[in-house]
């Protein structure tokens, strides 16, 4: 089943407040499912700042933010996140 375009909008909706000062590059929504077989949301957020990183303190309060916004329109799946900065991402893909 496909993320709704609702879904994708409470995300990026949440990156841009949660993180002012980065330019947001792209943000990968996908399903699937883990260990246990439960089904997931794994959120890839591709960034680019002046130096390369996000506050910690905002990229490790983030699910703190989203599981509620979530939760709102009707997704009950455990987002999974991932931030790479531009480098990172296109270093991982060549």
């Given amino acids: 089943m496909e993320i709704s375009a609702e879904v994708r909008e409470v995300v990026a909706n949440l990156v841009t407040e949660r993180f002012p000062d980065a330019t947001i590059l792209s943000i990968e929504i996908t399903r699937d499912f883990d260990a246990d077989d439960d089904e997931i949301m794994k959120v890839k957020v591709v960034f680019a700042t002046e130096t390369d990183r996000l506050d910690a303190r905002a990229t490790s309060s983030f699910l703190r933010y989203l599981r509620p916004k979530l939760s709102e329109v009707g997704v009950s799946m ?14 991982a893909a060549a």
């Fill in 78 to 91: 455990f987002p999974v996140m991932s931030f790479l900065s531009g480098n990172e991402a296109n270093g």
